[in-house]
């Protein structure tokens, strides 16, 4: 079954950089195109709903919330199928769980701010980022 397994989150201080890794396995032979096709980053701090932070296609075509455009930069290795998330001049509001998912449904568009939880079918356990 496909897994998602996040990593490189941490406690940095304000104005520091992380680089978040998504890896995604378990893809049955034919699937990969339609599972990692589009895939997003999410982040939820205690409290608070669940947010859509940035996505990338495929094709490279990257979509970020404007909380944090300018500061994180979202790209793939479609040929390890994995996702990054570089975060720079972290902010203590980018304090959160983060989250990637993959295999958007279709009908849905990524979600930018407030997300459901219902858009990608597979979803990471999450990493956790504190900045203080």
């Known amino acids: 079954h496909v897994q998602l397994v996040e990593s490189g989150g941490g406690s940095v201080q304000p104005g520091s950089s992380l680089n978040l890794s998504c890896v995604v396995s378990?893809?049955?032979?034919?699937?990969?195109?339609?599972?990692?096709?589009?895939m997003g980053w999410f982040r939820q701090a205690p409290g608070e709903e669940r947010e859509g932070v940035a996505h990338i296609f495929t094709t490279g075509n990257a979509y970020y919330a404007a909380s944090v455009e300018g500061r994180f930069t979202v790209s793939r290795d479609n040929a390890n199928n994995t996702v990054y998330l570089q975060m720079d001049s972290l902010k203590p509001e980018d304090t959160a769980m983060y989250y990637c998912a993959a295999d958007l449904v279709p009908g849905h568009a990524p979600p930018i701010g407030t997300s459901t939880g219902y858009e990608y079918r597979h979803w990471g356990q999450g990493t956790q980022v504190t900045v203080s």
């Open positions: 378990g893809i049955r032979s034919g699937t990969a195109d339609e599972i990692i096709n589009c």
